[in-house]
């Protein structure tokens, strides 16, 4: 399975000067890297002019590099003022929709059942999605079985290869405390094994799971080959291009399809 590594900006740069030289930086030093797939989760008003320097034509093997949001909503168009639809994010060359981030969860009040709505939107209109689910310290697992049942409600067999599950712990977003690697081994143990009960084993063995929380180029690698999942969803580290790019390339290894047992 190719890793998929992906750039969550959030709300940076501030310029699109500075979004753009971060971007071709980024697409530059990728260029080489073999079996992964690289996402870059721009600000919404980025996305129409970073979205034209993303190459439809890149040969499979190869490193691909793909445009993504960092939410919409949950209709495809209509009286919603201020929203942003997954048919517009569609149009304008996205195809990843990372939903039910932290932040957003915290400072938008998300609900499950918002990102559930927008959840089926995105697929609807042929967008991957990318759901985040997280706990806060001293939390236990009942959290974030919650968040992903809720999250996946309604969500279709047929559906679930276009869904990746990013486990984000809050406490190690952005606080340069990344999660253990057995801690990470263990939920990402238990995601498969929901999606194994709900949607059976291939589906199970196939779903991408990402893992979320001050990666750095240093940890970036033990998280793909230790911690059973098959790719990264990175904060910071993304808004500097030469750490984000190493990041890519020590990710850049097949990661095994995980056998449920
Ligand atoms: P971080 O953020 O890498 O800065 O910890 C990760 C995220 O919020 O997706």
Redesign the pocket.
């Known amino acids: 399975m190719k890793s998929l590594i ?1 750039a ?1 900006w ?1 709300c940076n740069p501030t310029s699109l000067k500075k979004a753009k030289r971060l971007f071709n930086l980024i697409k530059k030093g990728i260029k080489s890297i073999k079996n992964t797939e690289v996402v870059i989760c721009p600000s919404f008003v980025h996305i129409p002019i970073l979205g034209a320097f993303v190459s439809t034509r890149q040969k499979a093997s190869f490193c691909r590099l793909a445009l993504g949001s960092q939410d919409c909503f949950w209709e495809g168009k209509g009286a919603f003022t201020g929203e942003i639809s997954p048919l517009m994010l569609k149009d304008l060359g996205c195809r990843y929709v ?1 939903l039910g ?3 957003r969860r915290k400072y938008l009040i998300e609900t499950d059942e918002m990102i559930n709505k927008k959840m089926k939107k995105v697929l609807e209109f042929g967008l991957k999605s990318i759901i ?1 689910i997280g706990e806060k310290k001293g939390e236990g697992f009942d959290i974030l079985k919650s968040q992903l049942q809720n999250g996946l409600k309604g969500i279709s067999k047929k559906n679930i290869k276009n869904i990746i599950v ?1 486990y ?1 712990p809050i406490f ?5 405390k ?1 999660c253990s690697l057995d801690k990470v081994l263990s939920v990402s143990l238990f995601i498969r094994k929901m999606i194994y009960k709900k949607y059976g084993r291939t589906a199970a063995e196939n779903l991408k799971i990402l893992y ?5 180029k240093e940890n970036a690698k033990s998280y793909i080959t230790e911690a059973g999942v098959n790719g990264l ?6 808004l500097k291009a030469d750490e984000f790019v190493a990041i890519a390339k020590r990710c850049g290894i097949r990661t095994k399809i995980s056998k449920i047992s």
Do not use: P, R
Not at 172 to 176: E, L, P, Q
Not at 233 to 238: E, K
């Open positions: 992906v969550n959030k990372i981030h932290s932040e985040c990013a984000e190690a977003i952005g606080t340069g990344s979320g929380g001050s990666i750095n969803l990175v904060g910071g580290a993304s």
